[in-house]
């Protein structure tokens, strides 16, 4: 049997990651006990509807709910209802959905569990605008957040002040019921209340860091935005108990994801090197950061075994200034490349976790040693690709888009960087 392809080994490695964090593996040993009263399931996000049809496996009594995911990330469940919506840019059916969830919260006892799923993307699903807002101020101030750069930390601190629901106000909703959330990490950090941005949990960002934000990357917010900032009535819930009783628990994180990867390298012969599970920075920075660290690999006497892997995850950003098709993956993938300029015998794959590259079709993309050659016998210009954020026309065209569609979960970016 001949040795798995360069391609081959970053795909095994990236479906390690992936099979780590699948609601089916992670969610079940952390279900709690059944009430003495309902059941009530709810949640938001990317893998909401794979947690909700885990949760009905697994469930011993009755339950019934309703859970928002992404468009084409739905799943079929007996007594929970799924609905699917927009992401990034909330639209109206996430409204609808968002109201309907909000009314099954009314007339819960102290006797009842609400038991909240929740991953990636539950932000935008979540749609809700805080009193006088409208969907169009929340979808402008989301587009400007795209573009600019800014961190999903900070894009969700901003998202919770603009929300009826967020930063802990749905968990208020659910009183006196018992919450308990059980959440799959898509942030550097695993920062809880960043998941989703908070919906269940109290919130430790202020309104005034949220205008600073819009300050901060020069983002010009519809009048009415400013106008509620500016009320202390859209501050969040702060305390714990301000909230009802409840815990809440991170089932699967991007280390957990990178660590399965790193023990699929090893049973490939790879020595893996996890350079960390929360990198944030623009795509093409972190880019010349990794191609660093495979040349002081390379020419740094073997102190490293070879052949390796470097490894990372987090969330990169991309300060958009052209107007080609990006996505951040391909964008630090391309970046590298050019980086690298055909550095002999490496091979790197970045990919979202959840399937999808920032708005595009593809999850990510790799690429080779020959991959600038290539480009150039194909007339294709990767500087000029790459100054107008237009990564993924850059592949497409050179058959190296990795296309995986939706994967129901979500611990951010998975990268993988094959050294020969």
């Not at 960390?276 to 093409?284: F, L, N, P, R, T």
Request: aromatic fraction near 2%; hydrophobic fraction near 45%; glycine fraction near 10%.
């Amino acid at each position: 049997m001949t040795d798995p392809s360069p391609l081959s080994r970053l795909q095994m490695l990236f479906e390690a990651a992936l099979a780590a964090a699948s609601p089916a593996t992670c969610l079940p040993p952390h279900l709690p006990p059944p009430p003495k009263g309902r059941t009530l399931v709810i949640g938001a996000g990317k893998a909401a509807a794979a947690m909700a049809a885990t949760v009905e496996q697994h469930w011993p009594g009755p339950l019934s709910g309703m859970v928002i995911t992404r468009y084409g990330h739905g799943m079929p469940c007996r007594a929970i209802r799924v609905v699917e919506a927009a992401h990034p840019v909330p639209d109206a059916a996430g409204i609808r959905a968002t109201q309907d969830m909000v009314g099954l919260l009314s007339g819960l006892t102290a006797d009842d569990l609400v038991l909240c799923l929740l991953s990636g993307g539950g932000s935008a699903l979540l749609a809700a605008p805080a009193p006088g807002l409208t969907l169009a101020d929340k979808q402008a101030v989301t587009r400007a957040l795209l573009k600019s750069g800014a961190t999903i930390a900070e894009m969700n601190c901003l998202r919770k002040h603009l929300s009826s629901v967020k930063g802990g106000r749905l968990a208020q909703m659910a009183a006196p019921a018992r919450v308990v959330t059980l959440m799959i990490s898509d942030v550097p950090g695993d920062d809880p209340g960043t998941i989703a941005s908070g919906p269940t949990l109290p919130d430790h960002t202020t309104r005034q860091q949220a205008l600073a934000i819009l300050e901060r990357y020069k983002i010009t917010a519809p009048p009415a935005v400013l106008a509620w900032l500016a009320d202390p009535a859209s501050e969040t819930p702060k305390a714990p108990d301000a909230l009802p009783t409840g815990h809440h628990r991170i089932i699967a994180t991007p280390t957990a994801a990178l660590e399965a990867a790193a023990m699929r390298a090893h049973e490939l012969g790879l020595t893996p090197i996890i350079l960390g599970s929360d990198i944030e920075g623009e795509a093409g920075l972190v880019a010349q950061q990794h191609a660093a660290k495979v040349r002081d690999i390379l020419h740094g006497g073997g102190r490293i075994p070879r052949p390796c892997v470097l490894l990372s995850g987090g969330e990169t950003s991309v300060t958009v200034r052209g107007q080609g098709q990006g996505g951040r993956n391909a964008e630090f993938l391309l970046a590298l490349a050019m980086e690298l300029a055909g550095e002999p015998g490496i091979h790197a794959l970045a990919a979202d976790t959840d399937g999808i590259d920032g708005s595009e079709d593809n999850a990510g993309a790799w690429i080779g040693p020959d991959i600038l050659h290539r480009a150039e016998q194909a007339g294709i210009s990767a500087p000029a690709l790459l100054a107008n954020n237009d990564a993924y026309s850059f592949f497409q065209a050179l058959g190296c888009l990795l296309m995986t569609g939706p994967t129901r979960t979500n611990v951010n970016d998975f990268r993988a960087i094959l050294i020969s």
